[in-house]
């Protein structure tokens, strides 16, 4: 059973950073792609950033030049590195493992259950 276990959201003031932590289990991580993903009250799942098995990564165009997917298969873990972040970055960020995935969130297969941002201006 594949599960997707997201940490590292909190509190933070506009300007701070955090690091998103999605450890993954029953899955073999360097066959996937895995995405970050993000969720405001009231608004649609909007893609972040994703790094597919190449090595390959998208950004959005908000998280272009402030944050930073990385993956460390051998941990089984994916991070989501966010600078300079805003109020508007506020959202559940989620963590996604897909096959050949890229910025559609239907492309991918597993999700976790989310971790809370919240940018104080």
């Known amino acids: 059973q594949v599960q997707l276990v997201e940490s590292g959201g909190g509190l933070v003031q506009a300007g701070g950073s955090l690091r998103l932590s999605c450890i993954s289990s029953?899955?073999?991580?360097?066959?996937?792609?895995m995405g970050w993903f993000r969720q405001a009250s009231g608004q649609e799942r909007e893609f972040v950033a994703s790094?597919?098995?190449?090595?390959?990564?998208e950004y959005s165009d908000s998280a272009k030049g402030r944050f930073a997917i990385s993956r460390d298969n051998a941990a089984n873990t994916c991070y989501l590195q966010m600078f300079s972040l805003k109020p508007e970055d506020t959202a559940v960020y989620y963590c996604?493992?897909?096959?050949?995935?890229?910025?559609?969130?239907?492309?991918?297969?597993?999700w976790g259950q989310g971790t809370q941002v919240t940018v104080s201006s």
């Open positions: 996604a493992a897909g096959w050949a995935a890229g910025t559609d969130p239907h492309e991918y297969d597993h």
């Open positions: 029953g899955l073999t991580p360097n066959r996937y792609s």
């Open positions: 790094i597919r098995s190449s090595g390959f990564i």
